[in-house]
């Protein structure tokens, strides 16, 4: 069979421990017996990051602005434990949060949904996406607990110091407890440019939802910002699409939900969308079917998985052990990119395949070949990762040539 061309390159960026190991079996089982594969290599691979006092993820980034698409594998973030183990001479900050502030992105969880493997909420038929708006609010607020008789106050001073605004709280007595919280308008408008760009790349309707019955200033500040780049910037697009922005109240979005069939990108504040992608997921079945995406408001796009190193698999593996990972969302994270890069390139022989090596995989899982952590939720034996990539490429094969 001919391999599919590309033009331009994705942005390779590799990773640890047991995720690179499964990185290359998918590269080699999947992707190049059917793709003259095209991308730019960095090695993020912890002892990379050491040698070159991490400047490899800086150029990984820029490379990403660069070439519009990347594809991340796993990484370490390294804690005091990592820096004994790995020798390192700096606890090197997390790649993903490096990463993030270059692109100035928004991350949006994806489930990726097989028949057998049923969402704990029935009526959910199609994946539900989360964006978190992961900037502010209570996780950089300043506390403050009252240790006598008071009142606390928001007081507003200009660079001068002098008091534009101080408005009273409330009354308190010791024990009580007070909290200030901000947000930039230039995170929000990011968020929100991000979530519409995301929602037309995927074709999907756009949800987002604060509380701004109650949080008449605070709140409603976000939901001005997206109906005003709804209406001005992406209006037409969504229209021409098909597809809704839908503005709703926190509890109505979350009563909405649990209802839906899915198929929609929930846009959530820092703290709603911390608790509502765990829930998510773990209401959708594995951390190995939860894909992710990091969008940049100018529209540059970053797949990978959301599950980590799986580093207990790792120590078993060197071991001697075979071990069962499960690779869908490192293959989706791949297909993601691939199909992008079809897109972006006009390419539609390599959508195409990304779409079929997508199918491949749910496919094989559908037909009851999975691995170890999918195989409690099915009932059914586990194989090992190998074999299910082998499963994989066979179906692959199979649906390209007729
Ligand atoms: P993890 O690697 O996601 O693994 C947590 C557990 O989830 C594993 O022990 C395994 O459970 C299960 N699991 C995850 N992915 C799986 C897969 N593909 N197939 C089968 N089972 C899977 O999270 P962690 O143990 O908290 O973190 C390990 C390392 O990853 C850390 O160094 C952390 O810094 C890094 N990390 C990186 C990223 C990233 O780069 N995006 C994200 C998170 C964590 P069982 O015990 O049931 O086998
Ligand atoms: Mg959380």
Request: proline residues 3%.
């Amino acid at each position: 069979m001919e391999l599919i061309r590309m033009k331009y390159p994705i942005a390779e960026l590799d990773g640890d421990e047991m995720t690179r190991i499964v990185w290359k079996q998918i590269k080699e089982e999947l992707l190049l017996p059917f793709v003259e594969l095209k991308t730019e290599y960095y090695d993020l691979g912890l002892p990379n990051r050491e040698a070159t006092r991490d400047e490899v993820t800086i150029e990984a980034a820029e490379a990403i602005k660069r070439l519009s698409v990347g594809v991340k594998c796993a990484t370490i973030t390294p804690n005091a434990q990592r820096v004994e183990e790995y020798g390192l001479s700096n606890m090197w900050k997390s790649p993903n949060g490096t990463i993030r502030s270059i692109l100035d992105g928004t991350v949006f969880r994806r489930p990726i949904i097989a028949p057998n493997i049923a969402p704990v909420v029935s009526c959910w038929k199609k994946p539900i996406t989360i964006a978190r708006h992961a900037f502010g609010d209570i996780y950089k607020a300043s506390e403050f607990k009252a240790d006598r008789k008071g009142y606390g106050e928001l007081v507003f001073k200009d660079k001068e110091g002098n008091v534009v605004s101080a408005q009273r709280i409330a009354e308190l007595d010791s024990g009580d407890v007070l909290m200030g919280q901000f947000n930039t308008e230039k995170s929000i408008r990011s968020f929100a440019h991000s979530c519409f760009r995301y929602a037309i790349s995927e074709k999907e309707d756009l949800w987002f939802s604060s509380k701004d019955t109650i949080s008449k200033i605070y709140d409603h500040r976000f939901k001005d910002i997206f109906e005003e780049l709804y209406e001005n910037v992406y209006k037409k697009e969504f229209e021409r699409l098909g597809i809704r922005y839908r503005y709703m109240l926190i509890d109505s979005a979350a009563a909405g939900i649990m209802r839906s069939e899915g198929g929609m990108i929930w846009a959530c504040k820092n703290y709603d969308g911390d608790v509502m992608s765990d829930l998510i997921s773990a209401a959708f079945g594995s951390i190995a079917m939860m894909s992710s995406v990091l969008v940049s408001p100018d529209g540059k796009f970053e797949y990978e998985a959301a599950h980590g190193t799986i580093t207990d698999l790792y120590y078993r593996y060197k071991a001697g052990e075979t071990v069962s990972v499960n690779p869908t969302a490192m293959i989706f994270a791949w297909t993601g990119a691939l199909a992008k890069r079809g897109e972006l390139d006009e390419i539609p022989s390599l959508t195409a395949f990304a779409k079929a090596l997508e199918q491949a995989c749910i496919d094989t899982i559908a037909s009851g070949t999975v691995t170890g952590d999918l195989s409690p939720l099915c009932k059914k034996e586990a194989v090992d990762t190998l074999s299910f990539l082998k499963a994989v490429r066979e179906r692959v094969g199979r649906s390209l040539q007729t």
